[in-house]
């Protein structure tokens, strides 16, 4: 293998597995540490500089990080990088005082904001501190789009969500609620130097079987539904509910039925169990509250009697496997579950009756809008796109990542210059030495599990829409649950002349992640390694050849970042250095932790 | 010497061995040696060893004198019996339990300070008695926990760091040891632990008296550019005399061998040495042309490693003194000490 290139910031952002799949790219251990010294507020401002929703997220976020977190792969379970983000949120204090400027002379560009979700407001905060007047339109009464509808007060509290909400919004963004687009046409004659669509994916997908219309006044589209009771439009549910559906709004719709008295529900799924596509915590949470997970339940009909929905009937399917690619095969059983209710959650859809076809811009065979990837332009400049709107139901991190790139989008169109010129990231990488053996951060491996999150009592939570299920870790809880973090952004560094080939950080590596080999292709090389190298999303760390002829080869995959190899190296070949990666935004005035933290 | 402690997560696809143990069950506390010693790499072939060997911990009795060496056994082996004793006395306090308790593997750890020179006397007496057990030098020319003077092993070509020169000849272990009557005699180097884990793992299944010479650079002292045990020095005159395998008992030899340049040595409980010559003059069955192989090969300014010399029908003292075959303390109290009744009788057939 050709040495590995680490002057390349790709190498080592990858190495720091949570930051790399988060999708605005936070700075988790940064931040994880700064908790860890009980600076809430400024691991707070890491949080909200990058992902702009910190109160919200470390609540409801999908958390593409922890799967990725590497104490997953050493141990059974990664750090609670979301609960943690929450701890910030919670002790934070008043932050007020770091919040960007935002200019009272403007730089005269209006931008149109069309939707207020967390797409919408990522782009508000982005513009806002440069001077954009931004116009926000929400055809609901009040802002935060699905994560004030579709996500059920019990796990987020309003009051979180109207702070973080209502803290961009006082930027002084121009605010028109309740009022529904109802031709993009109408608005682009408006003169508006850019628009931002970030209208989501609001349509629930609904089920043609028998009984549907008969039933109709007893089966309800579930995120309508959710919505329904986020506005307090509806109080009650009949006592026996079923829900149809895998995902997490599944599961939000049969935990809000329970709030509202139901006694018996039950979530049905087409799928055997493992294929679900509601994260695990979100099962493990409505199976904790006593709701069954009834798979392989393919709904076939609404049974109706005297007029009224009196079950569903299902028939049993069985999976099939072929090449990877699964199959789901009817079994000819049939089973009926009665009910009063029924929550259809089987997904969502992208709509956009309102956006004319003769405007110039672009749509595909599926009814989507063209938008590039990158720059999150339709084919009509001027005109951009982002959040489940552009390529449908994602989550909120990723509409906030999207937000973040519509803005120095929009930044980089109303000042003439081409999309493709983009703001490169910020990295730097600095040794941690502190002294003899003596590193800037907790390098000492805790060996603890992952700390359990305190709940409420079911018995009140259960009977009440607004009590948080979830308490969150206190500072005790948070401590412990900080060592657990791995540190991977401090990277070992290898300096290949000052190798001796003493061996001695080969010997000491608890992981046994180093070896002294011969080089050769990479598939043979990680076969050759002292525990072979399996897991190919990890990459090898490769040096130039040493005196011997052989290279240094080190599998990144379950390194602890202990900075052990470095303090038993006598040579100082190995050294411990933090490196760091700021994702470029729009207003720099959105940075000021970020930059500091480079430094 | 690092503050923290080894972390106790190992990599979750290390290999078992029969036992079910992974390598890291044969570690010991963590390191208080210099960083980059030999002796840690040494350690290291040695935790590979016996986890390769499936031996179970507590089988292995650790010994060990006074020095940098001496202090080593603390870091392997943790679950294991272990003495550190006198300086120079290893010897003595391992023929004792060797009597007392035959079945316990014996690794005895010493440097060259501790063989060398206070315990030489210690040394020779214990080669010639043929002592079943292990005796590991970590040899690397210098009493590092004094502050790096000359030892005995130390070349007289190889000044200090400060450039003073070496007065005297060095004392040559391997050759010693073969003309005392070791019965498997070898040399390596702690940077090379391909050559060197096979010939500690043959060493450990070598009943008799087995004597590895590791030559282990010491980083603080004597791994400056004109010393002759610095890690440069010693792979760039680093002669591999030949190349073994170690073949235990009941398994089954898979490796191809030509018996132009291999020779088979069959050890007393089966188990097998496969050695794949690499200098075709020598024989290591042959106790003078080992002894010429070490002394034409250091006139040359070379080192000669791998196994030197090997003696496969040597008797261990045990077998020469005639002692009970059982360790004393599976022997019946009343059988041990018969009482006073019995010891008048054996006295009154002496009077």
């Given amino acids: 293998m050709a040495p590995t290139d680490i002057s390349n910031p790709k190498y080592f952002h990858k190495v720091v597995d949570c930051q790399w799949a988060c999708p605005t790219h936070t700075p988790v251990p940064e931040y994880i540490r700064l908790i860890a010294q009980g600076r809430y507020a400024a691991a707070y401002m890491l949080n909200w500089e990058s992902n702009v929703f910190p109160g919200i997220l470390g609540r409801v ?68 501190p440069l001077g954009y007047h931004c116009v ?8 935060g789009g699905l994560m004030r509808t579709n996500i059920p007060s019990f796990r987020l509290p309003e009051v979180v969500l109207d702070e973080e909400v209502g803290r961009i919004l006082g930027f002084g963004v121009e605010v028109r609620f309740g009022h529904e687009i109802k031709s993009l046409k109408a608005l682009l004659d408006d003169g508006f130097d850019a628009v931002f669509i970030g209208t989501g994916a609001p349509k629930g997908k609904d089920l043609d079987i028998p009984g549907r219309k008969a039933a109709a006044a007893s089966i309800h589209i579930g995120i309508d539904f959710l919505t329904s009771v986020a506005f307090e439009h509806v109080h009650r549910i009949g006592r026996r509910v079923v829900v149809i559906g895998g995902g997490n709004t599944a599961m939000d719709c049969c935990r809000t039925a329970l709030r509202l008295g139901a006694e018996d529900v039950k979530v049905t799924v087409r799928s055997p169990r493992k294929d679900m596509k509601a ?26 009697e005297g007029g009224r929905l009196a079950g569903v009937r299902f028939e049993r399917m069985r999976a099939e496997y072929v090449d990877g690619r699964r199959k789901l095969i009817p079994t000819g059983e049939e089973v009926v579950i009665p009910c009063d209710d029924v929550l259809m959650a089987i997904g969502q859809e992208n709509a956009f009756p309102w956006i004319e076809r003769d405007i110039g811009l672009e749509f595909d065979q599926w009814s989507m809008p063209k938008v590039d990837r990158l720059s999150m332009m339709s084919s009509r400049p001027g005109v951009f796109f982002g959040g489940d709107a552009a390529w449908g139901p994602e989550n909120i991190i990723w509409a906030v990542a999207h937000g973040h790139q519509a803005a120095i989008s929009i930044d980089l169109h109303c000042h003439g210059k081409a999309l493709s010129e983009r703001p490169a990231p910020g990295t730097s990488l600095v040794s941690q030495k502190m002294g003899i053996h003596e590193w800037s951060y907790s390098n000492d491996y805790a060996d603890l599990q992952r700390v359990a999150v305190p709940h409420a009592e079911m018995a009140k939570s259960l009977r009440n829409l607004k009590v948080e299920v979830e308490l969150g870790y206190d500072d005790k809880l948070a401590a412990k649950e900080v060592e657990r973090c791995l ?9 290949r002349p000052l190798c001796i080939e003493c061996d001695a950080c080969m010997d000491i590596c608890p992981v046994d992640c180093i070896n002294f080999t011969e080089n050769g292709a990479e598939p043979e090389l990680r076969q050759a390694l002292r525990v072979p190298a399996r897991n190919a999303s990890q990459d090898l760390y490769v040096s130039d050849a040493l005196k011997t002829g052989r290279v240094m080869v080190k599998d990144e995959d379950l390194c602890l970042h202990c900075g052990l190899c470095a303090e038993r190296c006598p040579t100082g070949a190995w050294d411990m250095q933090r490196f760091t990666y700021v994702e470029a935004q729009a207003s720099p005035a959105c940075l000021a932790h970020h930059n500091a933290y480079i430094r | 010497m690092s503050y923290i402690q080894k972390p106790v997560a190992y990599h979750p696809a290390l290999k078992k061995n029969a036992l079910g143990l992974t390598h890291r069950d044969y570690e010991g506390a963590m390191s208080t040696l210099c960083a980059g010693c030999g002796h840690d790499s040494i350690t290291a072939a040695i935790i590979e060893a016996c986890f390769e060997l499936d031996l179970p911990a507590h089988r292995v009795a650790k010994i060990s004198g006074i020095g940098c060496s001496s202090k080593a056994p603390t870091y392997f082996l943790g679950r294991s019996h272990g003495f550190n004793s006198v300086h120079g006395r290893m010897p003595s306090v391992t023929t004792g339990a060797n009597l007392a308790n035959r079945e316990l593997v014996y690794l005895g750890v010493s440097g060259d300070g501790d063989t060398a020179s206070i315990g030489l006397g210690q040394f020779a007496h214990v080669v010639r008695r043929r002592l079943n057990m292990i005796y590991v030098v970590m040899n690397n020319g210098c009493y590092g926990l004094t502050k790096g003077q000359f030892s005995a092993t130390n070349d007289r070509t190889s000044p200090s760091k400060k450039g003073d020169p070496n007065p005297f000849d060095p004392i040559d272990l391997c050759q010693m040891a073969i003309q005392l009557g070791a019965g ?27 004597f590895l010479d590791v030559i282990s650079p010491c980083v603080t002292f004597n791994n400056h550019p004109a010393s002759t045990k610095s890690y440069d020095y010693v792979r760039a005159h680093n002669q591999a005399i030949d190349k073994l395998d170690f073949v235990p008992e009941e398994s089954e030899i898979t490796t191809d061998y030509d018996e132009g340049t291999s020779v088979a040595v069959t050890l007393h409980d089966g188990s097998r040495l496969m050695l794949h010559k690499l200098d075709q003059s020598h024989d290591p069955r042959d106790a003078d042309a080992a ?61």
């Fill in chain 1, 136 to 143: 926000l339109f929400e055809k609901d009464p009040r802002g």
């Fill in chain 1, 61 to 128: 976020c999908d958390r593409p990080c922890e799967p990725a977190c590497r104490r997953g792969r050493v141990e059974e379970k990664p750090v609670a990088i979301c609960r943690l983000k929450r701890v910030a949120a919670d002790y934070k204090g008043d932050i007020d005082v770091f919040m960007p400027g935002i200019p009272s002379v403007k730089n005269g560009k209006r931008i149109a904001i069309i939707g207020a979700g967390p797409a919408s407001l990522t782009v508000a905060r982005d513009l806002m």
């Fill in chain 1, 487 to 495: 540190n991977c952004d401090v990277q070992t560094v290898f300096t």
């Fill in chain 2, 184 to 210: 498997f005699v070898a040399r390596s180097f702690s940077g090379d632990k391909r050559q060197l884990i096979p010939l500690i793992k043959a060493a450990i299944g070598y009943r008799g008296f087995a």
């Fill in chain 2, 291 to 351: 002894l010429m192989t070490i002394r034409r090969r250091a006139a040359e300014g070379e080192v000669a490693t791998g196994l030197l010399y090997v003696d496969e029908n040597q008797q261990d003292l045990h077998d020469v003194i005639g002692t009970s075959p059982r360790p004393l303390n599976a022997i019946p109290m009343a059988e041990l000490c018969p009482g006073s009744a019995k010891l008048e009788s054996i006295n009154a057939r002496l009077r």
């Fill in chain 1, 279 to 304: 994260s695990d915590w979100e099962i493990e949470d409505a199976e904790r509250e006593g709701v069954p997970i009834l798979d392989n339940h393919n709904p076939k009909e609404f049974i109706v």
